[in-house]
């Protein structure tokens, strides 16, 4: 079993999670924590990446999740299935260890009056087209269709989903 957990966007910095990612030729799971150095060397690092008018060549993983939460909203597929987030990695440097951040995007229907922005989100179906650089960002790194995600106030935590492999 794989476990996509709901996902914390107001997560510490530096806490790991799985992800999947191709590494010389093979797709594999890792365990990296979250934040990047950023490029201009400044010491806090970045959890998430404007996509918008960039390329990701190299470097592109996929973050496994069951929801999203941010304030006191959960963010879940309509259709109950598990999703990923787009995202890169970046190899250890002399000062930065190995790590990843997630890409957004503008805020879908269902989000967007909560939030102008939001984490990439990609279905099942889209997970290699996304790793393996099948289509263009613009294609790939967009808003899905109004009525995709189920949004629900909550005031408990959300409780972790097992998945299988």
Known sequence: MMSAKVFQSDAPLDERRVIIRRHDGD???????????PRNGGPRAVNVV?????????????????????????FSLANGDWFYFAGIWRPATPDWHEAYAILTIEAN??????????????????????LDGLVPEEK??????AGTFRVRRHSTPPV???LPV
């Open 160 to 162: 972790q989903t097992m």
């Open 50 to 74: 404007r996509s918008e008018g960039r390329t990701f060549p190299t470097h592109r993983c996929l973050v496994p999740a069951s929801e999203f939460c941010h304030r006191s909203f959960s």
């Open 109 to 130: 229907a269902d989000i967007a009056p909560l939030h102008d922005r939001q984490m990439a989100v990609l279905t099942r179906d889209q997970r290699l087209v996304w």
């Open 27 to 37: 797709v594999e799971m890792v365990e990296l924590p979250w934040g990047l150095r």
């Open 140 to 145: 790939i790194l967009r808003p899905l269709p």
